[in-house]
């Protein structure tokens, strides 16, 4: 069968043109004959029609005894394909190999899937359309789908050499190198000397190696990270900090995601050579709906070490009013079990607060609340809190 040659509903409408196209061609042919002869030979009506009902279009039944028609030939053919799943599955075969070669991939895949639904009981014409259907995949860079119809293709014919080739080159695709070395220690039982199936097996056994070392590096980065994390969890629990954290089974549970900080930076805790703990820390002026975020404040550092670095020299944009100077500032936590708040002294340490009893480290991050002294703002904000003293 020709490899362009078009599909089903194609040639139907491809043949339905033709009779069309004949039977004009037939009518002006009898016209023509009919000025002819009209005055040497008169034909009669019965004449005509019989002449008519020799073309396709009026014939009702096929007289063996009688050449066919070329029209009626095709249309014969056409039935007999459409009734022979054989001829029907391999139709869409050929029209598949023919896209595939126009690189019109995704309508070669079509086809392919037409033919196999077709299920013809040929094992040979199955596996190739799995297989064929599989290199189409492979060329839209669906290589799961593409190893499928790999799989698929073996089943009906086990010993099918291009069939392991595609499938040991969507493992490698698919990073799955193990696979992909089966697949081609398969397909050189049955051919030994396959230079494709070796070169294959070599690049995967090359990427393989590459791969188990990679990740023998990820295991001990990971070991590594969980010595250093066990030791900040301890380091953590010895100052006596408390976490918001996840209860299992009626247990509190601390976890690292206890310490992913909730910030724009996604800074964490961490801990530094000399056995310190450096935490991201939020300051919120709620008077003004603005905040500052510091990556690392050290546990050592007073908090009055960052106020000044911060607002002594330079005035913040949004403070319009310059109020906020480091004489005029005054710090507090919230308790959020009872609604309270606890002034800070500038001359405390951070480790200190996070010390305090009342005091708890959320989504990873201690946040404070910064107000300026005798201002309005701070008074009607501190009406909705209960003042307490550390």
């Not at 009342?358 to 300026?372: E, M």
Request: aromatic share 10%; hydrophobic share 35%.
């Amino acid at each position: 069968m020709s490899s362009n040659m078009p599909q089903s509903k194609n040639l139907t409408e491809s043949i339905a043109e033709k009779v069309d196209e004949e039977l004009d061609d037939f009518l002006n042919e009898m016209m023509k004959k009919s000025k002819k002869t009209a005055e040497t030979e008169d034909k009669s009506i019965e004449e005509i029609i019989a002449e008519l009902e020799t073309h396709p279009a009026f014939l009702k039944e096929i007289d063996p005894s009688k050449p066919l028609h070329p029209a009626v030939e095709a249309l014969q053919a056409l039935k007999y394909e459409s009734e022979n799943p054989f001829m029907k599955a391999d139709s869409f075969k050929e029209e598949g190999n023919y896209l595939f070669k126009k690189r019109d991939y995704r309508t070669a895949v079509a086809n392919y899937t037409e033919g196999i639904k077709v299920q013809a009981p040929d094992r040979m014409l199955n596996a190739s359309l799995y297989c064929n259907r599989a290199a189409s995949h492979y060329q839209l860079g669906n290589f799961g789908y593409a190893l499928f119809d790999c799989v698929m293709a073996c089943k009906f014919k086990e010993q099918y050499l291009k069939a392991f080739i595609r499938g040991s080159q969507c493992c490698i695709e698919l990073k799955k190198f193990s696979d992909a070395i089966k697949w081609c220690e398969a397909g050189l039982k049955f051919e030994p000397e396959n230079e494709k199936l070796s070169a294959l097996k070599e690049k995967s056994l090359k990427l393989k190696k590459i791969q188990d070392r990679d990740l023998r590096k990820q295991q001990l980065q990971e070991r590594k990270a969980d010595v250093l994390e066990s030791k900040l969890f301890n380091e953590i629990h010895k100052r006596h900090i408390k976490m918001k954290t996840d209860k299992q089974n009626g247990k509190t549970i601390l976890s690292l995601s206890d310490l992913e900080g909730s910030n724009p930076g996604g800074a964490k805790v961490y801990l530094d050579d000399a056995g310190l703990l450096h935490w991201p820390v939020l300051f919120m002026y709620p008077e003004y709906n603005q905040s500052d975020f510091i990556e690392s404040f050290s546990e050592n550092h007073c908090f009055s070490d960052h106020i000044l670095e911060m607002f002594q020299s330079c005035m913040v944009p949004w403070d319009e009013e310059h109020k906020y100077v480091p004489e005029n500032i005054e710090i507090y936590f919230e308790e959020n079990k009872t609604e309270s708040l606890f002034r800070i002294p500038p001359e405390k340490s951070l480790l200190e607060i996070l010390q305090h009893e009342n005091f708890t480290v959320i989504g990873g991050t201690p946040a404070f609340i910064l107000l300026v002294a005798n201002s309005k703002f701070k008074g009607e904000f501190l009406k909705h809190y209960t003042l307490k003293s550390l």
